[in-house]
């Protein structure tokens, strides 16, 4: 009896169309595509702005565009900006080009090949915007109103953000032990970070939360969320009352956090968490910005005093 034998089957390979995970088919659409994927409200309002000029800015659209088309286009968008404005507008476009190429929409990643200029020593542009804390005590004491004045507490003692400040609602706001109050805070990206406000600010804050407090924390006179541009118009106001320079902003606030945590004693990793920077290297700079040492501190100061006889001229 001959052996059964068994045949070998072999199946044929089947050919998968490979198909982008994008239903967006023209560059329009895939800017709202990309616009969608960014949580913060004022990321997109920014970000959408320089998109739709660097888009412009390419001949056939971003499907065709080369590198040399592409940094043309960021060249035309970063002309006569600083060096920092500059940085983040073509970050925000190599952001838009790698989520087109991961979605399938093009077939090149044309921005890998662009390289971002540094914008300088971090330290050194922070130390212009770092104000002392006699200046923010000055600050707070020349706010009008109990909510003005909670308000800069607050952003100064939490390091906030403005989208951050104006974002805040009263579920938000965690009562602890030993009297302090804890932020739960929605930062960049939708990320989430718990901050712990000291036990001054604290009190003064739950103080003012309403018997059911469901809204905003920060509102208008008609009870309306405090918008963005209201808040640095009160800044503005209460920084001129103060003899503070015109040039402060919200963000200056949270530069002063950084540095006077750390002044302060302070670790990296803390201010790090608190201020929600996913880089260390970013807290790092605070470090910088205001040294308390220099190699010219060593130096002989014979060399620099005047004969008792001459006087400078």
Same mark, same amino acid.
């Given at each position: 009896?001959?052996?059964?034998s ?7 390979p ?15 659409q895939?800017?709202?595509?990309w616009?969608?994927?960014l ?11 320089t998109?739709r ?6 001949p ?12 043309l286009?960021l060249d ?7 060096a920092?404005t500059?940085q983040?507008?073509?970050l925000r ?12 929409y093009?077939?090149?990643?044309? =921005?890998?090949?662009?390289k971002v +200029? ?5 330290g050194? %542009?922070? !130390? /212009? @915007?770092?104000i002392?804390?006699?200046?923010v ?11 003005d004045?909670m ?25 602890r ?22 036990a001054?600010?604290s ?5 003012l ?6 809204g905003a ?5 008609? =009870?309306?969320?405090l918008?963005? +541009?209201?808040?640095f118009?009160?800044l503005? %106001?209460t !920084? /001129? @009352? ?9 963000h ?28 260390i ?8 910005a205001r040294?308390?040492s220099?190699s ?6 014979g ?6 006889d001459?006087?400078?001229?």
């Amino acid at each position: 009896m001959q052996p059964t034998s068994t045949a070998l089957i072999v199946a044929e390979p089947r050919a998968f169309a490979l198909r982008p995970a994008t239903s967006a088919e023209t560059d329009e659409q895939l800017l709202e595509s990309w616009l969608a994927s960014l949580n913060s409200p004022n990321s997109q309002r920014n970000f959408e702005q320089t998109a739709r000029a660097f888009l412009a800015g390419l001949p056939d659209g971003l499907r065709a565009a080369n590198i040399e088309q592409v940094r043309l286009a960021l060249d035309a968008i970063s002309e006569g900006r600083k060096a920092s404005t500059a940085q983040q507008y073509v970050l925000r476009c190599k952001s838009l080009m790698k989520y087109a190429h991961e979605l399938g929409y093009t077939v090149f990643n044309v =921005g890998a090949a662009i390289k971002v +200029r540094s914008g300088g020593n971090r330290g050194a %542009r922070l !130390a /212009k @915007r770092i104000i002392s804390e006699t200046e923010v005590a000055l600050l707070i004491r020349a706010a009008r109103s109990k909510r003005d004045r909670m308000l800069l507490q607050v952003a100064y003692a939490a390091g906030l953000r403005i989208s951050e400040i104006v974002g805040l609602s009263w579920p938000d706001v965690i009562a602890r032990d030993k009297g302090r109050a804890q932020l739960n805070i929605e930062g960049k990206g939708g990320k989430l970070r718990q901050v712990l406000l000291p036990a001054e600010v604290s009190g003064a804050l739950l103080a003012l939360a309403p018997s059911r407090a469901t809204g905003a924390v920060f509102c208008g006179r008609s =009870g309306e969320r405090l918008g963005e +541009r209201a808040v640095f118009g009160m800044l503005k %106001r209460t !920084a /001129k @009352r103060a003899g503070l320079p015109a040039a402060v902003s919200p963000h200056w606030l949270r530069h002063a956090h950084g540095s006077h945590a750390l002044d302060r004693g302070a670790t990296l990793p803390e201010v790090q968490e608190t201020l929600g920077h996913d880089n260390i290297a970013t807290t790092s700079g605070y470090l910088h910005a205001r040294p308390d040492s220099s190699s010219g501190l060593r130096l002989d100061p014979g060399i620099f005093r005047q004969p008792e006889d001459q006087a400078p001229e």
